[in-house]
Structure formats: structure tokens, C-alpha cells
């Protein structure tokens, strides 16, 4: 029903930025509440911030003060920004939409932070 497709990953070195993309089909994107994930290898999938269908924020404590999570409904899309990129952060990251009980994601797409 929502299709998700990320882009902007790619690699970089410690103290870099990247900024990744999210494109969202349907006409109903702006009643979906949006997150990233990121999962590393051999690790948990893990929330690395969310925003609201109102444009309410969360963050996870290990990326506070270097990602910035936004949407732009009229473009359906979300963003990530990460600054300050760290070898830690390294993983692959994953567009999630969420509605009640429905759960969409994208194919997700590296980071690497390395050199």
C-alpha cells in the first residue's frame, strides 16, 4: 500500500555528513507517523528517530544533537541529516512508516563511516 524508497547513503569519513531521503507513494503519507532505523551486523534493529504526522520528534540518546529528522508532506517525503558522523553510526538505515497496527519499510540503504 505506502511504498518507501531510501537514497543518500553512501560512505564517509568520521566527522562527515550525509543526508538520506525517503520517498513515500500514496496520498494518505501525511496521516503516517515516520521514522529511521538502522541495523548493523550481527545487532538489533534500532530506532534512530521518529516524527509525527504533527512534526513531533524523538531521537535516540546515541544520536541527540547530530541527526535532525524532518518531513515535507507536500513532497512525501522524510529526511535524515547526520552530522558529525561517527564509525559507530555505520549500519543500514531504514525508512519506517507506521499507522496503528501497520508497519511499511524501505529497502534500506548503507552508511558507512570509516577512514
Known amino acids: 500500500q505506502v511504498q518507501l524508497v531510501e537514497s543518500g547513503g553512501g560512505l564517509v569519513q568520521p566527522g562527515g555528513s550525509l543526508r538520506l531521503s525517503c520517498a513515500a507513494s500514496?496520498?494518505?503519507?501525511?496521516?503516517?507517523?515516520m521514522g529511521w532505523f538502522r541495523q548493523a551486523p550481527g545487532k538489533q534493529r534500532e530506532l534512530v528517530a521518529g516524527i509525527t504526522s504533527g512534526g513531533s520528534t524523538n531521537y535516540a540518546d546515541s544520536v541527540k544533537g547530530r541527526f535532525t529528522i524532518s518531513r515535507d508532506n507536500a513532497k512525501n517525503t522524510v529526511y535524515l541529516q547526520m552530522n558529525s558522523l561517527k564509525p559507530e553510526d555505520t549500519a543500514v538505515y531504514y525508512c519506517?512508516?507506521?499507522?496503528?497496527?501497520?508497519?511499511?519499510w524501505g529497502q534500506g540503504t548503507q552508511v558507512t563511516v570509516s577512514s
Open positions: 519506517n512508516a507506521n499507522l496503528v497496527r501497520i508497519n511499511y
Open positions: 500514496g496520498s494518505i503519507f501525511r496521516i503516517y507517523d
